[in-house]
């Protein structure tokens, strides 16, 4: 198996038909295994799942977190490169070929993540530098106030040349495509963070065991992120801010980021990545 796609939903019905869809548009990497995994959805999202067969729908009976649900997807899945895939994230055409030729030609390159735009058109800050906690609490500010802030315009990597591919500390898990060795090397992902940041806690993993994370726009994928702890505070928004803390904690930093990962270092077709 060449690619294993794994997608997690939870009460997704209103959007994960497109990102099905476009997952089944994908030119010239069938077969293409589908793993669905449904976190305790109240809607008709493992329906709407079952109709873009032959899928493997997987339903929980609660919401199980990102990392653990995702991990149930990861175990089932069996292709040389698994995606992980929001529910509202809809790849262009062409752009899991991207992904997977970039892996193909570069064998340092453990995880890539494409570029993402916003349903208008408008650039997301999907690759991104480690996080640090000035910078998380800076990020929580009203968002005239935090997009001048100096700390959260570099981790957020906003003056990056976004036309090239690029190596950075992580990319964000709305869209990752991730080497079967890497996940071998690195494990899954941490089940004791239930809503984020597990995505940059594996980021930061894969750079620990030798592998690269680069940021690779000829992917494109329009994501309608839905950013559920702001829009509805409560026991998510407590929950993502237990995780963030184990995660500072496991890692050891508050407000120095990790020695590892790189800062800008680009990729010319054919050259292998450069850590």
């Not at 329906?47 to 997987?58: D, G, H, M, S, T």
């Not at 340092?108 to 735009?117: I, N, Q, S, T, Y």
Request: proline share 6%.
């Amino acid at each position: 198996m060449r690619v294993s796609a794994v997608v997690l939903t939870w009460n997704s019905a209103r959007s994960v038909g497109q990102a099905l869809a476009a997952l089944r548009r994908q030119d010239g990497l069938l077969p293409t295994e589908l793993v669905v995994v449904d976190n305790g959805s109240v809607d008709d999202s493992p329906e709407i799942a079952r109709q873009y067969a032959p899928a493997l729908v997987i339903e929980n009976p609660r919401n199980l977190g990102v990392a653990r649900a995702r991990n149930q997807g990861l175990r089932a899945a069996h292709g040389d490169y698994v995606l992980l895939l929001d529910s509202d994230a809809v790849m262009a055409p062409g752009s899991l070929q991207a992904l997977v030729e970039f892996l193909d030609l570069h064998p340092r390159a453990g995880v890539a993540g494409p570029m993402l735009v916003a349903p208008d058109g408008t650039l997301q800050y999907s690759c991104r530098r480690f996080p640090t906690l000035t910078g998380k609490l800076l990020r929580q500010l009203p968002a005239s106030w935090s997009a001048r802030a100096k700390l959260v315009v570099d981790e957020e990597m906003r003056g990056l040349d976004r036309s090239r591919p690029q190596a950075v500390d992580y990319v964000i898990g709305a869209c990752q495509l991730i080497r079967r060795s890497t996940l071998n090397a690195v494990g899954l992902l941490d089940e004791r963070m239930f809503y984020g940041p597990e995505d940059v806690d594996f980021c930061l993993r894969a750079w620990q065991a030798g592998w690269e994370v680069w940021y690779v726009p000829a992917a494109v994928v329009v994501h309608d992120e839905q950013r559920v702890t702001r829009r509805r505070p409560g026991m998510l928004t407590v929950r993502h801010g237990l995780a963030l803390a184990y995660y500072f904690w496991k890692h050891r930093y508050l407000w120095r980021r990790p020695a590892v990962g790189v800062r800008t270092v680009t990729a010319t077709p054919g050259e292998e990545g450069t850590a």
